[in-house]
């Protein structure tokens, strides 16, 4: 008897062998083309890309130019006047103009500076109309240019803007 039972015991065994060996079979196929285990997790978990491991060589032509954009989450405006205090600029470590335009989410143009040189900004600046005491939805969009005028990217600093 103990010799059927070591004999019924050896059947899971290779049940469990064999689904471990099937698995390992799908694992395969699905990171096929991948090196290794961790950049078919990478590429799985991006969905729509791979890990960022730096720029390669073809694709877009790129001139290694970087654009930092100051990001704040509110501002304060006075009501009833056009002029206004800012800490807007084109931080010094760009290489590029930007051109640096306030809107309310309903895309109301407020303000709008272009040609920008790197390390040079506004403290003071005068809107194009008054604002009534409120809170509003607002965003300093920076736009970055060459010195030909060929545009770069860009970025949007959503922000608060409170006017008292």
Same mark, same amino acid.
């Given at each position: 008897?103990?010799?059927?039972?070591?004999?019924?015991?050896?059947?899971?065994?290779?049940?469990?062998?064999?689904?471990?060996?099937?698995?390992?079979?799908?694992?395969?196929?699905?990171?096929?083309?991948?090196?290794?285990?961790?950049?078919?997790?990478?590429?799985?978990?991006?969905?729509?890309?791979?890990?960022?491991?730096?720029?390669?060589?073809?694709?877009?032509?790129?001139?290694?130019?970087?654009?930092?954009?100051?990001?704040?989450?509110?501002?304060?405006?006075?009501?009833?006047?056009?002029?206004?205090?800012?800490?807007?600029?084109?931080?010094? /470590?760009? %290489?590029?103009?930007?051109?640096?335009?306030? @809107?309310?989410?309903? #895309?109301? $143009?407020?303000? =709008?500076?272009?040609?920008?040189?790197?390390?040079?900004?506004?403290?003071?600046?005068?809107?194009?109309?008054?604002?009534?005491?409120?809170?509003?939805?607002?965003?300093? /969009?920076? %736009?970055?240019?060459?010195?030909?005028?060929? @545009?770069?990217?860009? #970025?949007? $600093?959503?922000? =608060?803007?409170?006017?008292?």
């Amino acid at each position: 008897m103990q010799k059927q039972k070591k004999d019924s015991s050896v059947l899971p065994v290779c049940i469990i062998v064999l689904l471990l060996l099937s698995l390992a079979t799908l694992v395969a196929i699905l990171i096929r083309g991948c090196s290794t285990a961790q950049d078919a997790l990478d590429h799985v978990e991006a969905h729509s890309g791979v890990k960022w491991d730096g720029e390669k060589q073809g694709g877009l032509k790129s001139d290694n130019a970087y654009a930092y954009i100051p990001g704040f989450t509110e501002l304060t405006f006075k009501s009833g006047t056009v002029h206004q205090s800012v800490n807007f600029y084109n931080p010094e /470590t760009n %290489s590029a103009k930007a051109t640096l335009t306030l @809107k309310l989410s309903d #895309g109301t $143009v407020l303000w =709008e500076e272009e040609n920008v040189n790197p390390g040079y900004g506004f403290y003071d600046i005068e809107i194009k109309k008054t604002l009534t005491k409120g809170f509003y939805d607002a965003s300093l /969009t920076y %736009s970055f240019f060459s010195d030909t005028g060929e @545009k770069y990217n860009g #970025g949007i $600093v959503p922000f =608060e803007l409170i006017v008292i």
